[in-house]
Structure formats: structure tokens, C-alpha cells
């Protein structure tokens, strides 16, 4: 493959995404392409400490709009030290978490300026945008009751997030390339719609 290609995985909370981009990875390894899979916040030296400050730390009184700088100086470092090369030499890069989330969950859940959460993301993303967005779906409820030991993002109120999934909903009707699938059936069946609209796309890449 010439053109790399980029997937992300999105959804709230228990949705499933960690365990179906490391599952759509080795599937992607298995049919032969080079693939990199990263998730963000993380996929950096820079990522990982800032996700332990977004996530652990409960002390530091941080804002949504001081989540935002810290998401998006993570991004930044993603997407020039990790997406574009890995892009640019043509391989598949599987996101776990990238733009989308911060739109939802400091914009449209947290409150801050959606033009401004816009802006900020077109510059730390230097214009990339995915190809393909897989956006897994349940109800709030169901998605927090799989959470083990949440973190401090998991931590805040159910209202915010019902914010969080009615976003994503906004966005899923805004954006021709983000797929919503519903993550209540096994995993496996979940998985191989995954695989289906994947398949679709990466026939279009090729072509
Ligand atoms: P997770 O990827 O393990 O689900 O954890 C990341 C948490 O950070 C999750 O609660 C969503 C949140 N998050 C944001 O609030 N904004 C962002 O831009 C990203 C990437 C994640």
C-alpha cells in the first residue's frame, strides 16, 4: 500500500475501544499491511506523563479548557512524532482516542468554546484528519458499569457523560467518515463489523 491510512477508534466510557484497535491491529498485521497502533492520550514520553497529570492527579484543579492545552500539546506530539511519519512511509495507523474526544469531552461535555476546541485541534493535528472513525456506541450506564477502577475523567458525573455521548452522536452526523457501531453485542461480532467497514475502506485506499 502507497497511501497510509488513518483509523480511529472513538466512543465513551466501557465502550470496548482499547480491546478492538489491538484486535483490528493484529487482524491488519495478519492480512499483511505495516501497521502502528498508538492511543492517546500515551502513545508518546510526552503523552504518557501528560496522561497521568489528565487522569491521576485530582489535586491540580485542572479546568476543561486546561485539559484542552494538555490533550492537544499530547496530540501535538503524536501526530508530528508518530502519525505523519508513520503515514508518509504508508502504513496503517490505529488510533485509540484522537481529535473527536477532545471536541466531546472539553467542548461539547465540558463547555469550553467549540470554535476554539476547532482551531486549537486543526494546528496540533497540522490539518490531518482521519480517514476512518469508528465510533462504538452503548448506553452510558452499561459503558460505566464495565469500568473497573475509573479515573478522574471516568470519576465525574453521569450527567456529563450523557454530554459526552449525545456528542458524539452531533459529530457522527456532521462527519461522512465516522461509522457508529453498537459495542453491546460479544466482542466478536463487534469486531467483525469492525473488520467489515475497515475492509471497505481500505479497498477505496487502494484504488
Ligand atoms: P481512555 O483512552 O483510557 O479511555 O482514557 C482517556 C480518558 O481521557 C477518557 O476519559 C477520555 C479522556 N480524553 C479527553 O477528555 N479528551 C481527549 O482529547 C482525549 C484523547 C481523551
Excluded at 78 to 102: C, E, M, N, Y
Excluded at 127 to 151: F, K, M, Q, Y
Excluded at 174 to 195: C, D, F, L, S, Y
Amino acid at each position: 500500500m502507497r497511501r497510509g491510512l488513518l483509523i480511529t477508534l472513538e466512543g465513551p466510557e466501557g465502550c470496548g475501544k482499547s480491546t478492538h484497535s489491538r484486535r483490528l491491529a493484529r487482524w491488519l498485521k495478519g492480512r499483511g499491511f505495516s501497521v502502528v497502533l498508538t492511543r492517546e492520550p500515551g502513545g508518546t514520553p510526552l503523552g504518557r506523563k501528560l496522561r497521568s497529570i489528565l487522569l491521576d492527579q485530582e489535586s491540580l484543579g485542572l479546568t476543561p479548557w486546561m485539559e484542552l492545552l494538555l490533550y492537544e500539546a499530547s496530540r501535538a506530539a503524536l501526530v508530528s512524532g508518530v502519525i505523519l511519519p508513520a503515514l508518509k512511509a504508508g502504513k496503517v495507523v490505529v488510533v485509540d482516542r484522537f481529535q473527536d474526544s477532545t471536541w466531546v469531552y472539553q467542548g461539547w461535555a465540558g463547555g469550553v468554546d467549540l470554535e476554539g476546541v476547532e482551531r486549537l485541534g486543526r494546528a496540533a493535528c497540522q490539518g490531518l484528519e482521519p480517514h476512518l472513525t469508528i465510533l462504538l456506541d452503548l448506553p452510558v450506564s452499561r459503558g460505566l458499569s464495565r469500568v473497573a477502577r475509573p479515573n478522574r475523567m471516568e470519576r465525574k458525573p453521569v450527567a456529563f457523560h450523557r454530554k459526552v455521548r449525545q456528542g458524539y452522536g452531533v459529530l457522527a452526523r456532521r462527519h461522512r467518515r465516522i461509522r457508529v457501531i453498537r459495542t453491546e453485542a460479544p466482542v466478536g461480532e463487534v469486531q467483525e463489523k469492525i473488520r467489515q467497514v475497515v475492509e471497505r475502506v481500505l479497498k477505496i485506499n487502494r484504488e
